[in-house]
Every structure is written in C-alpha cells, then in structure tokens.
C-alpha cells in the first residue's frame, strides 16, 4: 500500500529531475493533500475508472499505475496527459476536459450494467466552468455512478481562488 512520504518522495524526485533539466516538459506537482488521497482512494475499485487534471501523478500512482511507468512518462514530456488501460486511469491538461469523457463512460458502464464506477477528480476553479455543471447535473439526473472529486487548493494557477471569486 502506498503512504504519504511515498507519494512525497515521487514528487520530490519529480522536483529535482526538472531542476536538473532532465524534463524538460511542464509538471504539476501536489502536495499536503497525500492523506486526504489516500483515504478517497481506500474507496476506489481496482476495475474503476479515475480521471484526473494536470496535476495527477497522486492519483495515478494511488490508483496503481507504476511508479517506474509514471515516471517514464513524465520523463518523456506526458506528465500532463498521463494514462493507462490497466488500471483504467486518464488524465488531461485541457481544464475541464475530462469531465464530458468520465460522464460518457459513466453512461455506459450503466448502460452495459457494469458495477465499476467512475471518479473524476477537478480543481477548484475547474468547479466554477460551465461544464462542471451541465455534467453533474445530467450524471445526478440520470443517476450514473460517477464521482466528483474536489481538491481545492485556493488557487487558479498561481491566483488565489478568493480574487477570482471577487469574496
């Protein structure tokens, strides 16, 4: 099982390889957030599908990617647009992007009558787009087994989410 100072200790290496220059490519990392992932993830079926932003080498290895592949992808420039067919795990840097891909494979795992679900993991501005919305609402309506996942950090990139909100 992973831990928290194993997910820190990715991010670090991730860290210290840009600096060095050996990637090249953006990177987004996380932090202080390894125990609330750890705990969602406990929630999370080997078979489900987890989509995830920019900043996903969290859930990609809680999800059970492999540390080696995922560093390999980052290594080559994907640490952006991570994904895997076993475990079914996407990723996009478009904002918003994956929310109208994890709602149509919500829709057809129910309408295959599969039992695996879908977790969607957004930031908090990602919350604010119009397609957040148009989503969830359709995913409730439709009672699709679809899960969204917040992490707000109280930042827009570098903005604090406050002056964005205007409150």
Same mark, same amino acid.
């Given at each position: 099982?992973?831990?928290?100072?194993?997910? $820190?200790?990715?991010? +670090?290496?991730?860290? /210290?390889? =840009?600096?060095?220059?050996? $990637? +090249?490519?953006?990177?987004?990392?996380?932090?202080?957030?390894?125990?609330?992932?750890?705990?969602?993830?406990?929630?999370v079926d080997k078979d489900d599908w987890v989509?995830?932003?920019?900043?996903?080498? =969290?859930?990609?290895?809680?999800?059970?990617?492999?540390?080696? +592949? #995922?560093?390999?992808? $980052?290594?080559?420039?994907?640490?952006m647009s991570v994904y895997s067919e076993n475990?079914?795990? =996407?990723?996009?840097?478009?904002?918003?992007?994956?929310?109208?891909?994890?709602?149509?494979? @919500?829709?057809?795992?129910?309408?295959?009558? /599969?039992?695996?679900?879908?977790?969607?993991?957004?930031?908090?501005?990602?919350?604010?787009?119009?397609?957040? =919305?148009?989503? !969830?609402? !359709? @995913?409730?309506?439709?009672? #699709?087994?679809?899960?969204?996942?917040? *992490?707000?950090?109280?930042?827009?990139?570098?903005?604090?989410?406050? *002056?964005?909100?205007?409150?």
């Amino acid at each position: 099982m992973i831990d928290k100072q194993f997910l $820190i200790d990715f991010e +670090t290496e991730v860290k /210290e390889r =840009y600096e060095s220059g050996e $990637i +090249t490519a953006p990177v987004h990392l996380s932090s202080n957030n390894e125990e609330q992932l750890i705990e969602i993830f406990q929630e999370v079926d080997k078979d489900d599908w987890v989509f995830s932003s920019w900043r996903n080498h =969290y859930h990609a290895l809680l999800h059970g990617v492999s540390r080696e +592949t #995922l560093m390999d992808l $980052i290594v080559r420039g994907k640490s952006m647009s991570v994904y895997s067919e076993n475990p079914k795990f =996407y990723s996009s840097a478009i904002v918003g992007g994956i929310i109208p891909i994890a709602l149509g494979v @919500a829709k057809s795992i129910k309408l295959k009558g /599969e039992t695996n679900k879908v977790w969607c993991f957004i930031g908090d501005m990602t919350f604010e787009s119009g397609i957040f =919305y148009e989503s !969830y609402k !359709y @995913a409730k309506n439709f009672d #699709l087994p679809l899960q969204f996942v917040l *992490e707000d950090n109280n930042l827009s990139t570098n903005t604090p989410v406050d *002056e964005t909100w205007g409150g």
